[in-house]
């Protein structure tokens, strides 16, 4: 049975349903902070460091601010039409959702709507809350009825309620990076974000990460951030990690917040929180997405890329924020079309696939899936990884950060005169002045950035040595002409990351723990199209991704 938002029990924090007419909106309360000692005590003693929390609710972030605006319209969204909508909706794709709409079963407003209820139905309340949603677009309602007059031949994404991770840059909403210094930073659009707007896609809010996408403190809790709070994993809270630094984008992908989400990554960041929370993650070919307008780790390595439910959304995604873009010296014009990518699987029979002998031995639900994709008749070469070090991959983010993060500020944030910070040196000032809410766990990548004194001479050779090196470790693609070499969540990221080789991940069944794994597709540059159509194929063969079962109403 649906839990409505405004008349729950559950939603004790809400005002109660015979006020909610004669309430002026300003005193209307939605949400309570709450004390959260007990659940931290609770994973103090977790067997993963990254699970012993310090906080989850956020210090800093007032949700009656975020959700209050769009209250009174959500308020009017019934029962009844979010009965009907969701079966219609809910771990629907794309073209699904879309035939509904020009059916003329539901509106684009009322997808917003049937979102905005799922987001607030959940959130509010502090025993199912999994502090993901941080902003909401004030504008998107407003949005949703200017397309609904203006409908017509477009793009896939035309109408999809997309949400962004909070290092991406919007002009409806702060662009924080989940880090207080930012917390009021006024930002235009990145050019991913004018894409999607160009194609109609609705921005619908922000969504947590971990702070500064991971690079802040370490060996730190993933999906937290001081102005977010802790992400949780709707598949366990408390229980399963997020991943990070996407955590947000990927737990409110799996929990039907949205059609999908953008993630970004410098290592890992889309594969790991795409695997924990059981979606499809893209991290594409650097170059082939602009990384304008998005706060910056390295622009060596950094690249944004789509979180959706399946794999179709995710080709249209990525053809959404497609383009060249002159400011970014990575980017390159695209030179296919991803849209059709859903409708022309591989063909298995053609396709050769890497296989690492080790992972075999050790993971039951990676050879599980291997032992489908031979079935189906794709060809399977078992090799053994090369030993293949990353030597010098933190100084290379050390001195990206030092010289990426000043040029952000000075060319994005437009608010200068309230964001105080120009250099990483600032932010680590910043944050002494109020540590125990600012770095409760420390910040101890942004020390190790300022103490690192590698030349710029030395920095060249190892961005040099690096790319060589992951590349290197996938040499067999080249001598066993593969398709893809076959990973798991992101175990080997890193070593895609320096080769610049894109990776999809894509749910392939859960532990007995009910814990997600991601079966990853690693691919050579710019075969992003391919890797589609290979997973593509997967997906149809497994069907593997479930709904969180706390998450189905």
């Given at each position: 049975m ?6 729950s029990?559950?939603?004790i924090?809400?005002v ?13 309360t ?5 004390n959260d000692?007990?659940?931290v ?6 067997e ?5 929390y310090?906080f989850i609710?956020s210090?800093v ?6 959700f ?10 019934s029962?009844?039409q979010?009965?009907?909508?969701k079966p ?6 794309i ?10 079963t539901?509106?684009y407003?009322d ?5 905005l209820?799922?987001?607030y139905?959940?959130?509010l309340?502090?025993?199912t809350t999994l502090?993901t949603v941080?902003?909401?677009?004030p504008n998107v309602?407003e949005e ?6 203006n409908?017509?031949?477009?793009h896939?994404?035309?109408g999809m309620?997309i ?5 991406v840059?919007t002009a409806?909403?702060h662009?924080?990076?989940g880090?207080i210094?930012l ?12 894409r999607?707007?160009?194609?109609g896609a609705?921005?619908?809010?922000k969504v ?7 690079f802040i403190?370490q060996?730190?809790?993933n999906?937290?951030?001081?102005v ?9 809270r ?8 996407s955590?947000?984008s990927g737990?409110s992908?799996?929990?039907?917040y949205?059609?999908g989400?953008?993630?970004t ?7 790991s929180?795409?695997?924990s929370s059981s979606?499809v993650?893209?991290?594409?070919t650097i170059g082939?997405?602009s990384?304008?307008?998005?706060v910056?780790?390295s ?5 944004p890329g ?5 794999v ?6 990525l053809d ?17 079309d991803?849209k ?8 298995l029979s053609q396709?050769?696939?890497g296989?690492?002998?080790n992972l075999?031995?050790?993971?039951s639900l990676y050879a599980?899936n ?5 079935n189906?008749?794709a060809q399977i070469?078992e090799?053994e990884?090369?030993d ?9 983010l050390?001195l990206?950060m030092?010289?990426?993060l000043?040029a952000y ?5 437009k608010?200068k ?6 250099s990483v ?5 910043f944050?002494?002045?109020?540590s125990l ?8 990548s942004?020390d ?5 004194t590698t ?9 040099k040595?690096?790319?060589a090196s992951?590349?290197?470790y ?8 593969l398709?893809?070499?076959l ?8 070593y895609?990351a320096v080769a610049?080789?894109?990776?999809l991940t894509?749910p392939m069944?859960?532990?007995p723990t009910?814990?997600p794994k991601?079966?990853?597709f690693?691919?050579k540059p710019?075969?992003?199209v391919?890797?589609l159509?290979i997973?593509k194929?997967?997906?149809d ?9 706390g998450?189905?109403?």
């Amino acid at each position: 049975m649906t839990r409505f938002f405004l008349c729950s029990l559950a939603l004790i924090a809400f005002v109660s349903c015979k006020q909610k007419d004669v309430t002026p909106k300003e005193e209307v309360t939605l949400w309570t902070p709450y004390n959260d000692s007990s659940e931290v005590a609770a994973n103090a003693e977790n067997e993963s460091r990254r699970m012993r929390y310090k906080f989850i609710q956020s210090k800093v972030l007032d949700k009656n601010e975020v959700f209050l605006p769009l209250y009174e319209e959500v308020s009017k969204f019934s029962k009844e039409q979010y009965e009907k909508m969701k079966p219609l909706v809910l771990e629907q794709d794309i073209p699904s959702i879309q035939s509904q709409i020009e059916a003329g079963t539901f509106t684009y407003e009322d997808l917003v709507l049937f979102y905005l209820h799922r987001i607030y139905e959940y959130e509010l309340p502090n025993n199912t809350t999994l502090n993901t949603v941080i902003a909401l677009n004030p504008n998107v309602l407003e949005e949703a009825r200017a397309l609904d007059k203006n409908q017509g031949t477009n793009h896939p994404i035309y109408g999809m309620p997309i949400l962004l991770k909070d290092n991406v840059g919007t002009a409806e909403m702060h662009t924080t990076a989940g880090a207080i210094a930012l917390k009021e930073s006024q930002t235009d659009d990145a050019f991913i974000v004018e894409r999607l707007k160009e194609k109609g896609a609705l921005i619908l809010g922000k969504v947590n990460l971990s702070e500064w996408a991971n690079f802040i403190c370490q060996g730190c809790p993933n999906g937290q951030s001081a102005v977010g709070g802790q992400t949780l994993n709707p598949y366990g809270r408390r229980v399963f990690d997020t991943g990070g630094s996407s955590a947000g984008s990927g737990t409110s992908t799996a929990a039907n917040y949205a059609v999908g989400a953008v993630g970004t990554e410098t290592s890992g960041s889309i594969l790991s929180p795409s695997s924990s929370s059981s979606i499809v993650g893209l991290k594409p070919t650097i170059g082939l997405l602009s990384r304008t307008g998005i706060v910056p780790i390295s622009s060596t390595l950094d690249t944004p890329g789509p979180m959706t439910k399946n794999v179709t959304d995710n080709a249209i995604l990525l053809d959404a924020m497609l383009g060249k873009d002159e400011a970014d010296f990575k980017s390159v014009a695209p030179e296919t079309d991803v849209k059709a990518t859903w409708e022309n699987p591989a063909e298995l029979s053609q396709i050769r696939l890497g296989v690492m002998k080790n992972l075999l031995e050790r993971d039951s639900l990676y050879a599980a899936n291997v032992e489908i994709l031979r079935n189906a008749g794709a060809q399977i070469i078992e090799f053994e990884p090369a030993d293949v070090q990353l030597d010098g991959f933190t100084t290379l983010l050390n001195l990206d950060m030092r010289a990426d993060l000043p040029a952000y500020i000075e060319s994005q944030v437009k608010n200068k005169d309230v964001v105080k910070v120009a250099s990483v040196a600032d932010v680590v000032e910043f944050n002494k002045q109020d540590s125990l809410v600012r770095i409760p766990y420390g910040q101890g990548s942004f020390d190790g950035i300022l103490a690192d004194t590698t030349t710029a001479e030395q920095f060249e050779i190892i961005k040099k040595n690096l790319m060589a090196s992951g590349r290197a470790y996938f040499k067999i693609m080249e001598d066993k002409q593969l398709d893809a070499v076959l990973s798991i969540n992101n175990y080997h990221a890193g070593y895609a990351a320096v080769a610049e080789y894109p990776a999809l991940t894509i749910p392939m069944g859960y532990m007995p723990t009910g814990q997600p794994k991601g079966l990853t597709f690693i691919g050579k540059p710019f075969s992003e199209v391919h890797l589609l159509k290979i997973g593509k194929a997967f997906e149809d063969l497994t069907h593997a991704r479930k709904i969180p079962e706390g998450y189905r109403d």
